[in-house]
């Protein structure tokens, strides 16, 4: 191996000053004309490397990177940019490989491999990355979101609060420390306390759209939604593409207005800014789907993703929109978005989702092993993997989805300080109607049509007639573990006999309302709990209102339908796993239909 050449470093400055004002084809050109001159320059290769990768051009990019690393094969930055570009193209072992040896010198590349763990659901090895940097300060902000992030996941986030409440006492002067400390308390449901905490960090006179972000997430749960659509509104105008703060804004007014094209608005002006921004169109596609539009998302997105070289992720974002009113559209997108990203876990789980729909379960099924191999927990892909099963005649779907054991009935008990159930139910009504958008418009992306859900975390509010309800669950979930007992099935061998909640949430359904068909991919055990109900409903023969399992949320060929049922009543607890699928039949009356349900996983082990 040669010694790599020295860098020419007043022609490296100029380009550093091209790339800081935005000049990326400036840049771009003055970088060819130094490879050109020192052909062993890795600094300039790699540079010129990111800039194609930018450009749309990987093949070329990947070509340069791997000259670089040939030339100096210690050079972290190289290895960075190079474990990216892999990671992108869905080679992540080798990209992994690269980033972990990059992540020893270079914290940007210990956040992307963190980053992608916690994509992967590998939240433990995100945090072995991130423990000791995030412990030796002082808070990096995109470093703190990931390690509270690894360590919500595994059910820690009470831990996370603790660590930031600690580093933010230690710079009381830190923006950054008390947005950090915001987003763990969020992580953790104290949202009041996040909301005091991310204003601080607004308060130190360097506003960031992140810190605007993160105090609007609290106040969406707290449900000041006047409050959190202004900090939504000013973290856009420092910050335009940011698509997640646009996705957040897009629910809010649509809860507020329920009009779609005023829901887009800021989004659309950001495209006609941004114009072909991927990210920002994967945005509006997804919003639009998740406001029932699947063939607007698809328009959104037809254009892009007929170009040869269309991002894996934008494949997959259409083929999601596709897969709702053509599986074949979907099936020809995913098989695309493999070719070029063959790790891609949403390119694998779109391809036997449309596999399904296209009539080729054997098929489907040898995706959805591969995928449950990495992510055996994913509730989705089990749902995938039985629905396959079922289309096959294979016996494992009778053993998965035995509904008559696996889905199990309670009557709640009247909590202490009620002598009644019914007088228990009276006073939870009362409390969660409070909760509950008064304009009556449904979130976006979510399984009910025609009714609302609350924003908070439940489990964690304060109203001591909702927390008497979570101890009201607490025997029936011990009950349905102690019921279904151990074993080597997707919902058995979780169990060791404890268990957190992770989501809860209250439904009102008006005249016409019912829930989509639906899993619940992040739960292990979930509910349906029945609070109050339309007169209609009581004694009723139609299964109007009532809890169906078995029909699939996708198309599939040929159609299957439900195969179990369950009448509601007040003060009914419902469980079963969360991968089964289940939704409502629609029912009519002016009286409205009130749930709460919850998603439980395993609880640390003994």
Request: aromatic fraction near 6%.
């Amino acid at each position: 191996m040669s010694t790599p050449a020295p860098m020419p470093l007043d022609d490296l400055r100029q380009v550093g000053a091209l790339l800081q004002a935005g000049e990326l084809r400036g840049a771009h050109e003055r970088l060819q004309a130094i490879v050109a001159k020192h052909p062993d320059c890795v600094e300039a290769l790699r540079l010129l490397g990111g800039l194609r990768l930018g450009f749309g051009d990987a093949e070329g990019a990947e070509a340069l990177l791997r000259r670089a690393l040939a030339l100096d094969p210690g050079w972290t930055p190289t290895l960075a940019t190079l474990g990216e570009l892999l990671l992108a193209t869905g080679r992540d072992e080798e990209a992994e490989a690269l980033l972990r040896r990059a992540a020893t010198k270079l914290p940007q590349a210990a956040l992307r491999l963190a980053r992608h763990c916690n994509e992967r659901q590998r939240p433990a090895e995100a945090l072995a990355l991130l423990a000791p940097r995030c412990a030796a300060g002082p808070v990096n902000a995109e470093l703190a979101a990931q390690h509270i992030a690894a360590l919500a996941a595994l059910g820690r986030a009470d831990e996370a609060a603790d660590f930031y409440r600690r580093a933010a006492a230690a710079a009381p002067d830190s923006p950054v420390a008390a947005q950090a400390l915001a987003i763990a308390l969020a992580a953790s449901g104290q949202h009041a306390e996040a909301e005091r905490a991310a204003s601080r960090a607004l308060a130190s006179g360097r506003a960031s759209a992140a810190a605007h972000f993160t105090r609007a997430r609290s106040l969406l749960a707290l449900g000041e939604f006047a409050r959190a659509e202004s900090d939504l509104r000013d973290g856009l105008r420092l910050e335009p593409r940011h698509a997640e703060a646009h996705d957040h804004l897009a629910r809010l007014v649509w809860m507020r207005s329920g009009d779609l094209a005023e829901s887009t608005a800021t989004l659309d002006a950001a495209l006609h800014r941004f114009p072909g921004d991927e990210t920002l169109l994967a945005a509006k596609a997804a919003i639009l789907q998740g406001a029932g539009d699947a063939r607007g998302a698809w328009a959104c997105l037809a254009e892009p993703v007929a170009r040869a070289q269309a991002a894996p992720s934008l494949l997959v974002r259409a083929g999601l929109s596709a897969l709702e009113f053509d599986p074949a559209a979907a099936l020809a997108l995913a098989e695309r978005a493999l070719h070029r990203s063959p790790a891609s876990t949403p390119a694998r789980s779109l391809l036997a989702a449309a596999l399904l729909g296209t009539g080729d379960a054997q098929r489907a099924l040898g995706h959805c092993e591969l995928l449950l191999a990495d992510a055996p927990d994913d509730q989705y892909l089990i749902a995938l993997q039985t629905t396959a099963w079922r289309l096959l005649g294979d016996p494992r779907h009778d053993a998965y989805c035995d509904y008559a054991q696996l889905v199990q009935p309670y009557r709640l008990q009247a909590p202490a300080g009620w002598s009644s159930l019914a007088g228990f139910l009276d006073d939870l009504r009362r409390s969660l109607q409070r909760l509950h958008d008064p304009l009556g418009h449904p979130l976006l992306f979510q399984s009910l049509r025609h009714g609302t859900e609350t924003t908070e975390d439940l489990a964690r509010h304060a109203d001591p007639v909702i927390q008497a309800l979570f101890q009201a669950f607490d025997a029936p979930i011990r009950d349905y573990m102690a019921f279904v007992g151990l074993g080597d099935d997707a919902l058995r061998r979780r169990n060791h006999g404890r268990y957190r909640f992770n989501g809860s949430w209250s439904v009102r359904l008006r005249n016409a309302g019912f829930h989509t068909n639906h899993v619940h991919p992040r739960g292990w055990i979930s509910s349906a709990c029945y609070i109050d109900l339309p007169d209609s409903m009581a004694g009723s023969g139609s299964t109007d209102g009532c809890l169906a399992f078995g029909e699939p949320g996708i198309l599939t060929a040929p159609p299957l339908h439900a195969q179990h049922v369950v009448r509601p009543e007040p003060g009914l607890l419902v469980l079963f796993p969360s991968y089964v699928w289940h939704g409502t039949v629609p029912f009519h009356s002016e009286q409205a239909r009130l749930t709460v349900a919850f998603d439980a996983v395993p609880g640390e082990r003994p």
